[in-house]
C-alpha cells in the first residue's frame, strides 16, 4: 500500500525504478523525468549543428536558441576541442583551468544560466612582443568562460558561416590564407592596381551596438542577446586592475573571431550589391580583331589543305590576347578579405595604370572607407558633430589612400 501511494506523488522515488525529477526546461513543458534520461533526451551535438545549418543556409531565424545552452552534449563537445590547447591549463583571474573538469562543471553552468544568473569574469590582461618591438594585449578568461564560449561560438558558427561571402576568408572553417590566394590567383586575371590594407585596431574599435545589431536581425532571442551583450562589457583585469570594455571584442576570446566575421560580413555585403554593381561595366571584353583575323586566315589555308602556313599562324595568333586589353567599355572591381585585411582589385585599360587615383579608383574606395568607419565605434563624417573630425580607420596620405602594395596581374 505504501509503495502505491509513493508512486501517486510527483517527484517521488519509486522502489522499483530510477529516481525520479520534475523538470521544467524539457521543451518548454512541466515534464516527470528520471534523472538517468535528462542527458539521454538532449539533441547531439551533430544533428543540431546541422539543423542551424540549414536554417542559416535557408535565411531562417533562430529562435528560442538560448535554452541549447542547457545541452550537456555541447559542453563533452566543446571540452574534446579546446582542453588541448596550450591556454586551457593558463589560469584567468581565478585558479580554475581544463584540470579537474566534470559533468559537475557542466552542471554549474547550465543551471547559472537557466536562472539567468551567469556572470562573464573579467579576462587577465597579459601582453605578447610583436614583430615590430610593440606588445600585444591579449586577454586570459576563466575556464568556465571558454567552455561557454566555445558552445557560443560553435551556435554561430554554424548558423552564420553558410551567409558570409565567398570573398572572406578568416576564421572559417575549410578556408584560410590558401583559399584567399587560390581566389586571387584564379579569378584577378588582368587586374591593372591593386590597393592592399586592413582596418586599424579593428577588433578593439567595433561598435558594440552594431554587433548586438547584426545579430539581433536573425536571432528572435531576447536572453541570448543580453548574455552576448554582457561578454562585450565584462571588462579585463590589468596588473588587478579592472577596466571597462566600451567598444571591441574582447581580446582572447573564442567568440571574438566569429562575432568581428559576422559584422564584417555586412562590409563584404556593400561591396558585392552596392560597389561592385556600380563599378562594373560590360559583359565581357571585346574581341581582338588581329588575333580573330589571324584565326580565320588559318582556318581558310587548312581548308585548302596548306597546314604549314595555317600552323605558323595559329602560333601567331596565340601570342596575341583573345579578347582586347584596351576596350574602354569593360571594368570589373574585385575584392578579398582576410580578417582586418582586404584588397581592391582594379580591371581597366593598361593606359590607365599610371593614373590609380583619378576619380574612377578613388569613388569606389572612398565608399569602401566609408563603409569601414560605421563599424567602428569612432564615428564616420555622417555622424560626426559639427566640427569634429573623424578618425580614419585607414591609413591616407593628403586626402588620398597610400596603398601599401600595387602591382599587375597578368
Known amino acids: 500500500m505504501e509503495q502505491r501511494r509513493s508512486k501517486g506523488i510527483k517527484g517521488a522515488a519509486h522502489e522499483d525504478g530510477p529516481e525520479c525529477v520534475i523538470d521544467t526546461y524539457t521543451q518548454g513543458r512541466y515534464q516527470e523525468v528520471p534523472k538517468a534520461w535528462r542527458y539521454a533526451k538532449l539533441q547531439t551535438t551533430e544533428a543540431l549543428l546541422g539543423l542551424l545549418r540549414e536554417r542559416g543556409k535557408r535565411g531562417l531565424p533562430l529562435n528560442r536558441i538560448y535554452r541549447q545552452l542547457y545541452n ?209 561595366t560590360g559583359r565581357k571584353k571585346r574581341a581582338n580583331q588581329t588575333y580573330q583575323s589571324l584565326i580565320r586566315r588559318a582556318h581558310q589555308l587548312r581548308k585548302k589543305g596548306q597546314m604549314e602556313a595555317a600552323q605558323k599562324l595559329k602560333q601567331q595568333a596565340q601570342k596575341l590576347p583573345s579578347v582586347d586589353p584596351q576596350d574602354p567599355n569593360y571594368r570589373r572591381l574585385r575584392y578579398c578579405r582576410y580578417a582586418d585585411d582586404f584588397a581592391l582589385a582594379f580591371v581597366v585599360m593598361y593606359h590607365q595604370k599610371s593614373t590609380p587615383f583619378d576619380p574612377l579608383f578613388d569613388a569606389p574606395f572612398r565608399a569602401f572607407s566609408m563603409a569601414v568607419r560605421e563599424t567602428q565605434r569612432h564615428p564616420g563624417p555622417r555622424f560626426c558633430e559639427p566640427g569634429a573630425r573623424a578618425m580614419p580607420p585607414l591609413t591616407w596620405v593628403g586626402e588620398r589612400f597610400a596603398p601599401r602594395a600595387t602591382g599587375v596581374l597578368h
Not at 237 to 262: A, C, E, H, R, Y
Open 72 to 280: 550537456t552534449n555541447l559542453y563533452l563537445t566543446a571540452y574534446g576541442r579546446i582542453y588541448r590547447n596550450a591556454g586551457s591549463m593558463t589560469p584567468g583571474v581565478t585558479s580554475e583551468t581544463a584540470d579537474g573538469t566534470s559533468l559537475e562543471t557542466f552542471d554549474t553552468i547550465t543551471q547559472a544560466l537557466r536562472q539567468e544568473r551567469y556572470q562573464w569574469q573579467p579576462a587577465r590582461r597579459t601582453y605578447i612582443p610583436k614583430k615590430n618591438g610593440k606588445k600585444r594585449p591579449l586577454g586570459m578568461p576563466v575556464w568556465s568562460d571558454k567552455l561557454l564560449a566555445e558552445v557560443m561560438r560553435m551556435i554561430l558558427d554554424a548558423y552564420f558561416d553558410g551567409t558570409f561571402s565567398d570573398h572572406s576568408h578568416g576564421f572559417r572553417s575549410e578556408r584560410g590564407c590558401h583559399t584567399a590566394l587560390r581566389e586571387i590567383y584564379r579569378t584577378w586575371t588582368g587586374t591593372a592596381w591593386i590597393i592592399e590594407g586592413d582596418i586599424a585596431d579593428c577588433f578593439g574599435s567595433l561598435d558594440h551596438n552594431l554587433i548586438i545589431s547584426a545579430l539581433a536581425e536573425h536571432i528572435q532571442d531576447g536572453r541570448f542577446l543580453n548574455l552576448v551583450k554582457k561578454l562585450l562589457d565584462a571588462g579585463y583585469m590589468d596588473n588587478w586592475t579592472f577596466n571597462k570594455t566600451f567598444s571591441g571584442v574582447p581580446q582572447g576570446s573564442i567568440l571574438s573571431p566569429v562575432l568581428s566575421n559576422i559584422l564584417l560580413s555586412k562590409l563584404d555585403r556593400f561591396v558585392e550589391t552596392e560597389l561592385m554593381p556600380q563599378y562594373n
